[in-house]
């Protein structure tokens, strides 16, 4: 397939589609192109649509140069061309010397040099502030999102703005390695590290779901359970590794505090056994009902009710946003366990230990406090 030109409208195409959350393939198959074309366009800017250019409005237009290109060929003075423009001398004078002098300049060429010379792109902030960036790397280095960063920045710096940076400002910083502000090896700390900036409407969510019978739907859950006004309802998960490891998330909905289970096996028994154990390491009040995908690893959810008296929901077909802390929890969680580790080498101990350093960072959800500190109100209530 020969190399593709892309056009204006190719690019602003290909950008449209990106932040729609299409693929490089899919894009592609639309330019008839190669995807390795697509992606060249893309990580220039790290997968960031750049901010489209505009002229000054005191900038000299085409139409005014072409005017000066005409009276200089007619011999009229600088004087002349600047006071029929309403402009300046001293602008038609370094106008004509910038672009070749009287006896070269042409309209057509001095605006298209023009347009090159005005790419003058504002330093970067943690460029300009390496105290700053060197605060920020490290932030990144313990998993810290930008925003908790950004967010962290401002409640230590007392209203002092040299010492904040927007989240995005961090963001565009790791994406755009031309800025020359953060090492490109912190993006393998970020929630999802990759090169390019997805979408947020971007997913590769599998529609496979088992089936099970004796379901409670999520609809019948209580309404204190929506509104996370009280502690104790939990959302589960499997977090799928190599191997066919895996390892079960518990996020409780109310705190965001998250307990990992070391699961041997996805067979239903395993799986209820090790839910159950756990189960019983909390108090009643902090444990009252657990809402969980249409997983068969759930097959023998009616014993794990039994066993512990909590009662188990279930989402909606297709529907894995229903348990949404969960789902982001278990994102986060890949910056840990990234996709094709193999989960059955972690002991408990491990997993408990990530889990802590999940529960210690700030959540923008509970206004950068921290799941640790929620819970542990929580414990102290009901002790």
């Known amino acids: 397939m020969p190399r593709k030109h892309f056009t204006d409208a190719d690019r602003t195409l290909i950008w449209d589609r990106w932040q729609q959350g299409e693929s490089l393939h899919r894009i592609a198959q639309r330019l008839a192109t190669?995807?390795?074309?697509?992606?060249?366009?893309?990580?220039?800017?790290?997968?960031?649509?750049?901010?489209?250019?505009?002229?000054?409005?005191r900038a000299l237009t085409l139409a005014e140069r072409e005017e000066i290109s005409r009276s200089v060929a007619l011999g009229r003075s600088l004087r002349c061309i600047a006071e029929h423009l309403h402009r300046a001398p001293s602008?038609?004078?370094?106008?004509?010397?910038?672009?070749?002098?009287?006896?070269?300049?042409?309209?057509?060429?001095?605006?298209?040099?023009?347009?090159?010379?005005?790419?003058?792109?504002?330093p970067c902030k943690l460029r300009t502030h390496r105290v700053l960036a060197k605060l920020v790397a490290a932030k990144l280095q313990r998993r810290w999102s930008p925003v908790?960063?950004?967010?962290?920045?401002?409640?230590?710096?007392?209203?002092?703005?040299?010492?904040?940076?927007?989240?995005?400002?961090?963001?565009?910083?790791?994406?755009i390695q031309a800025r020359g502000a953060l090492k490109k090896d912190l993006l393998a700390h970020l929630r999802r590290p990759r090169s390019l900036r997805r979408s947020r409407h971007h997913t590769q969510k599998s529609t496979n779901h088992g089936q099970l019978s004796n379901m409670v739907s999520i609809r019948e859950r209580p309404a204190e359970v929506e509104d996370r006004a009280v502690p104790g309802h939990w959302e589960g998960d499997l977090l799928m590794g190599s191997h066919h490891s895996q390892i079960a998330t518990l996020v409780e909905r109310h705190t965001r505090y998250v307990m990992l289970v070391k699961v041997p096996s996805k067979d239903t028994k395993t799986v209820i056994d090790a839910l159950i154990k756990h189960a019983h390491k909390l108090p009643r009040e902090l444990y009252r009902s657990l809402t969980w995908d249409r997983g068969?690893?759930?097959?023998?959810?009616?014993?794990?009710?039994?066993?512990?008296?909590?009662?188990?929901?279930?989402?909606?077909?297709?529907?894995?946003?229903q348990r949404g802390s969960n789902e982001n929890t278990n994102g986060l969680l890949r910056q840990y366990f990234p996709k094709g580790t193999d989960l059955s080498g972690y002991s408990q101990a491990k997993l408990d230990a990530v889990a802590r350093e999940l529960n210690e960072r700030p959540r923008q959800t509970l206004n950068f406090e921290t799941p640790a500190e929620r819970f542990q109100q929580c414990v102290a209530l009901t002790g």
């Open 296 to 321: 068969k690893e759930m097959g023998e959810h009616r014993r794990f009710t039994l066993a512990t008296d909590i009662q188990v929901y279930f989402c909606d077909p297709q529907h894995p946003w």
């Open 148 to 175: 908790q960063i950004a967010r962290w920045l401002k409640q230590q710096s007392h209203g002092d703005e040299e010492r904040q940076v927007s989240h995005e400002t961090i963001y565009r910083s790791l994406f």
């Open 91 to 122: 602008t038609i004078s370094r106008e004509i010397r910038r672009n070749g002098d009287r006896d070269s300049y042409r309209a057509n060429q001095a605006d298209q040099w023009a347009w090159e010379r005005a790419r003058r792109p504002k």
């Open 34 to 57: 190669r995807h390795s074309s697509i992606r060249q366009v893309l990580v220039r800017t790290g997968g960031i649509r750049p901010p489209p250019r505009h002229r000054s409005t």
